[in-house]
C-alpha cells in the first residue's frame, strides 16, 4: 500500500510542477517602457513574449502603492512595440511617480499568473522619465 501512495504522489508532483512551468512560458518574459520626454507623445511597452496572450497594464501610484486602474493593450505575442498614450480611464496621470506592471489579462482583467518586475514611471509637468 505504501508504494503505491509514494508512486502516485511523485506522479502527481510531476503534474504540478510541469503544470507550473507551462504557466510561466505563457507570462511575458520581461518588457521594457521607454518615454519620448513629453506626456503628450506618451511611452512604448516593448513585452518579450513566447505565446500570443491578451496583455494590459496595472498602474500603481507610488509611495503608497495604491492602484489607478488598469490598461488593456490587446493581443499580441513576440516582442511587439505598443505606444501607450499615458491614459487610465480616459484620462492622461498627472504628475507623479507610478509603478506599472506588465500582466496577462483574462476578460478585460488582469489574471493571477507571474508577472515581470513592474518599471518606475514620473511624471513632472509635461515631462516623463522612466527609470
Known sequence: MGVKRVAFLTALAMMLAGSTAWAAEATPASFTLSARGTVSQGVTVKPVMKK???????????????????????????????HWNLKVHGKVLG???????????????PTNMPAPPARKLTISGQHVRVT
Do not use: M, N, W
Open 52 to 82: 500570443r496572450r491578451t496583455i494590459g497594464l496595472v498602474v500603481f501610484a507610488q509611495p503608497k502603492h495604491t492602484e489607478v486602474g488598469t490598461v488593456d493593450l490587446g493581443t499580441h505575442s513576440g516582442t511587439p512595440s505598443i
Open 95 to 109: 504628475s507623479g511617480t507610478y509603478a506599472i506592471s506588465l500582466r496577462v489579462f483574462a476578460h478585460g482583467k
